[in-house]
């Protein structure tokens, strides 16, 4: 069974940066088109960048041109790097699959907080 570890949250002030990375774990398996996603307490999840096979990338407004999504197919591993960070980045934060694939099992997700 697949396994989707996050790492790199913390604490940060407004204006910093975090880099967030996603390993995958299961033999095998090929990470198809991935994303990472983010619930913030009392909201639900919500998408903000997806990266396909092939690097093509996506983004949602909130989060353009502060984050960038980038992967190691070699390691099974996505990325997430923030920049210029704002307190409603607060959240924790989850990697998985997106487009037309189906979710795969939750990690623990790894929390980012952005002090004002």
């Known amino acids: 069974q697949v396994q989707l570890v996050e790492s790199g949250g913390g604490l940060v002030q407004a204006g910093g940066s975090l880099s967030l990375s996603c390993a995958a774990s299961?033999?095998?398996?090929?990470?198809?088109?991935m994303g990472w996603y983010r619930q913030a307490p009392g909201k639900q999840r919500e998408l903000v960048a997806t990266i396909t096979r092939g690097a093509r990338t996506s983004y949602t407004d909130p989060v353009k041109g502060r984050f960038t999504i980038s992967r190691d197919n070699t390691k099974n591993t996505v990325y997430l790097q923030m920049n210029r960070l704002k307190p409603e980045d607060t959240a924790v934060y989850y990697c998985?699959?997106?487009?037309?694939?189906?979710?795969?099992?939750w990690g623990q997700g790894t929390q980012v907080t952005v002090s004002s």
């Open positions: 998985n699959q997106a487009g037309q694939y189906s979710f795969l099992s």
């Open positions: 299961g033999s095998r398996f090929s990470l198809n088109t």
